[in-house]
């Protein structure tokens, strides 16, 4: 499992504001981190990004999703099924600097990618994830702090560009924060300057 919770909050509020990104093929230029949108559920506020990726006649759509798909699976499942398009239709959740989900809508249901499972035990949306999966929450005592424990589809991208196989080298990359670990995926399938443009746009 990735490193415990904690120690990854105490990272994010500690990371630098500018440092060079690892991209698969070779490195992307340094880059200042964007402004972040928030959602708050009860007392808890949730940084982070929620993405609608669209492909549409071969070209690349990224447009902000509402903050509340941070914190509420169904709402960013609805949102993504309201976009108009033939295409490729899926959503990337960057939570709290904590992991991120791929949510991608599909005739009779939706496929799901979840970069840890030990995030069930913080963050009721990646407990969503894991009830629609029909998987079990993790038990807090197996937590492993070496190794990342993601659940889900990892080819459900594998026809816009990302292998499963590559997708699980994402992953298991856990020195990245998860917008890192988003760009890579975005640079696979062929629209990070889509995703970086909307990114370096939200409002914080």
């Known amino acids: 499992m990735g490193a415990p919770l904690m120690t990854r909050a105490w990272r994010a509020h500690n990371r630098p504001l500018s440092h060079f990104i690892p991209l698969l093929g070779g490195w992307t230029c340094d880059r200042t981190f964007p402004l972040r949108q928030t959602a708050h559920t009860g007392g808890m506020t949730i940084s982070g990004f929620a993405v609608a990726v669209v492909r549409e006649d071969g070209r690349w759509q990224c447009t902000k999703l509402d903050a509340a798909a941070l914190r509420n699976l169904d709402a960013a499942i609805t949102e993504l099924r309201g976009q108009r398009s033939t295409g490729a239709v899926f959503g990337l959740l960057d939570v709290d600097d904590e992991f991120f989900v791929v949510v991608r809508p599909v005739p009779g249901g939706v496929a799901l990618l979840l970069s840890d499972a030990a995030a069930a035990l913080d963050y009721d949306i990646a407990a969503d994830v894991l009830d629609l999966l029909r998987v079990e929450v993790p038990d807090e005592d197996a937590v492993d702090a070496d190794d990342v424990w993601p659940e889900g589809d990892l080819g459900l991208l594998a026809d816009v560009g990302l292998p499963a196989e590559e997708m699980q ?7 990245l924060y998860p917008d890192e670990q988003l760009e890579m995926i975005a640079q696979r399938c062929g629209f990070q300057p889509q995703l ?4 370096a746009k939200l409002p914080g």
Not at 196 to 199: I, R
């Open 169 to 175: 080298v994402i992953i298991d990359e856990v020195d």
């Open 196 to 199: 970086s443009a909307l990114l």
